[in-house]
């Protein structure tokens, strides 16, 4: 079971993490739950997690979608890309993110 700072952490990086990888290329949500776990089993992220936080990145302008129709398939998949709202937000978080990690790493290493 996770323990309750786990979750605490997760909520407060994800759509950070879901930023940068948006900002290498558009994919759509079952890729980037895969790209997330390649990285590390650290997120384990669910659908019922991923998508409210797209949708808020959506509304806040962050990110973009639109509908493709897969080649193979005849399920239409939904894309996401970064928007350069969300560039500059990533850029800004990330920096923020850097400067607490150093600071809380330096903490408790002491």
Known sequence: MESKYAKQ???G???????????KKEMYGYQI????????NVFNLR???LYPILYR???????????EQSASRNVPRKYYAITPS???????ATE??????????????D
């Open 33 to 40: 739950v895969s790209e997330m776990e390649e990285r590390g």
């Open 57 to 67: 990145l959506e509304d806040d302008g962050m990110i973009e979608s639109r509908w």
């Open 96 to 109: 923020q993110w850097l400067e607490f990690a150093y600071t809380v790493e330096k903490v408790l290493k």
């Open 86 to 92: 969300g560039k500059d937000l990533l850029k800004e």
């Open 13 to 23: 990086i994800l759509e950070i993490i879901i930023l940068k990888l948006l900002s």
């Open 47 to 49: 659908e019922g997690t």
């Open 9 to 11: 952490f997760k909520k």
